[in-house]
């Protein structure tokens, strides 16, 4: 079974502009989650979708973030513009049907805004 | 405010021996906790798990205890290999098992 993959693996922009990162969860998964994870912290939900539809975006900072999960498949999340406290990790995931909590994590995105 | 704390930043242990990784919570609607390990330049990945309505939950050199009363759980795990040597979370939910709130991790060194 593949796992969660994402791109780019690394990421420099400078403070103002835009990037744009790219998920595809495991077959089958119909729970998508993106994670921001700042150095020395624990990974932050920004939002999770269920199939194509969003359960929860309390934590999304929505003046700049944006997250799309087109035909409840892949799934991008945005910024514009970045500010420099955006760097970070940005982690997908995913989860499977059925009982288990369990979350399949993708390598990351390594944000770096200068 | 972080609902889920480790305040161990870091843990050195001699191969063979026992890590001990705590984790303390402060929302009693947490009902389901896991352990995730992280290894660098990867994302975490699933450990193990145990529901609230035990208190140990065992799979192989891995235990989680948890104690509801003290709002805390603990990741055991014997005996201590090198391998073993990695960032480890704990995250707790509520109810729909939905958003999981991590803590901050401890890393993790395991002494040949």
């Known amino acids: 079974e593949a796992g969660v993959a994402q791109s780019p693996r690394y990421k420099i922009i400078e403070k103002r502009q835009s990037v744009a990162f790219w998920c595809n969860p495991i077959s089958g998964h119909a729970t998508l989650y993106w994670y921001q994870q700042i150095l020395g912290q624990g990974p932050k939900l920004l939002i999770q979708?269920?199939?194509?539809?969003?359960?929860?975006d309390s934590q999304l900072p929505k003046d700049r973030f944006s997250a799309e999960r087109l035909k409840g498949v892949d799934s991008t999340l945005k910024i514009q513009p970045a500010k420099l406290e955006d760097s970070a990790v940005y982690l997908c995931?995913?989860?499977?049907?059925?009982?288990?909590?369990?979350?399949?994590f993708g390598p990351g995105t390594r944000l770096t805004v200068t | 405010d972080q609902q889920v704390k480790q305040n161990s930043p870091s843990l050195s242990v001699q191969e063979g021996r026992i890590s001990i990784l705590n984790c303390d919570y402060t929302n009693s609607m947490f009902d389901y906790f896991l352990w995730y390990k992280k290894y660098p330049a990867e994302g975490p990945t699933f450990l193990i798990s145990?529901?609230?309505?035990?208190d140990k939950n065992e799979d192989g050199r891995f235990t989680v205890f948890l104690n509801k009363s003290a709002k805390h759980l603990s990741l055991h795990i014997v005996p201590s290999q090198p391998g073993d040597s990695a960032v480890y979370f704990c995250?707790?939910?509520?109810?729909?098992?939905?958003?999981?709130?991590f803590g901050t991790g401890t890393s993790l060194t395991v002494i040949p």
């Open positions: 145990i529901s609230s309505i035990k």
């Open positions: 995250a707790a939910s509520a109810n729909t098992g939905n958003q999981f709130y």
């Open positions: 995931a995913s989860r499977s049907p059925g009982f288990s909590y369990e979350q399949y």
């Open positions: 979708f269920q199939n194509n539809g969003v359960v929860d």
